[in-house]
């Protein structure tokens, strides 16, 4: 059974940069089925997807976030990271990394998701 | 980028009943909708994408239908696990956006 688990500091400084892990176990992050991505809700709030990446490293991201953000793929780990640069009170969230099928871009299987507080 | 209005954000209903939740488009989408569930303290579960193809191992009460710029999740026999959060998702046009959510909870 994949499974997906999202780790990384739970406190980032404001103008700092977040850093998060996705670690899929019980699968390969090399399968050319999936794409892999992350997803972050702030607390009350709704969701907002960040950005995907193929296990080639192929990468897109949510245009509102693209100057900030890097998704990078480690396939000897069977790992993927996110990198959220300058961030502000407002990058507060859960975030989740979760599996979509290539071709397709909704997400079938979810991490439980790690919270990130920013602030002083 | 596509503009999603989820209605209504709050739907008060009983074990039994059966409820729906819309989802609006700001343009067509086609079937390039999901649907989600999220319970309090979880992640997100897929309940049906293509607008109406229900995820291995969801329960048959549960449905979606629509095309094009409205579509909705109906719950045919409300169980007490499915007082919950619910969202839309649009797939068809770059960035994937989400609903704003519906709260189901109980009367």
């Known amino acids: 059974q994949l499974q997906l688990q999202e780790s990384g500091p739970g406190l980032v400084k404001p103008s700092e940069t977040l850093s998060l892990t996705c670690t899929v176990s019980?699968?390969?992050?090399?399968?050319?089925?999936?794409?892999w991505g992350w997803i972050r809700q702030p607390p009350g709030k709704g969701l907002e997807w960040i950005g995907s990446?193929?296990?080639?490293?192929?990468?897109y991201y949510n245009p509102s976030l693209k100057s900030r953000v890097t998704i990078s793929v480690d396939t000897s780990k069977n790992q993927f990271s996110l990198k959220l640069s300058s961030v502000t009170a407002a990058d507060t969230a859960v975030y989740y990394c979760?599996?979509?099928?290539?071709?397709?871009?909704?997400?079938?299987?979810w991490g439980r998701g790690t919270l990130v507080t920013v602030s002083s | 980028a596509i503009w999603m209005t989820q209605s209504p954000s709050l739907l008060s209903a009983s074990t039994g009943d059966r409820v729906t939740i819309s989802c609006r488009m700001s343009q067509g989408i086609s079937s390039y909708l999901a649907w989600y569930q999220q319970k309090p303290g979880k992640a997100p579960e897929l309940l049906i994408y293509?607008?109406?193809t229900l995820q291995s191992g969801v329960p048959s009460r549960f449905s979606g239908s629509g095309s094009g710029t409205d579509f909705t999740l109906t719950i045919s026999c409300l169980q007490s696990e499915d007082f919950a959060t619910y969202y839309c998702?649009?797939?068809?046009?770059?960035?994937?956006?989400f609903g704003q959510g519906t709260k189901l909870e109980i009367k």
């Open positions: 990446i193929y296990y080639s490293g192929s990468t």
């Open positions: 019980g699968g390969s992050i090399s399968s050319s089925s999936y794409y």
């Open positions: 979760a599996r979509h099928i290539t071709g397709t871009r909704y997400f079938d299987l």
């Open positions: 293509a607008a109406s």
């Open positions: 998702q649009q797939y068809y046009s770059f960035p994937y956006t």
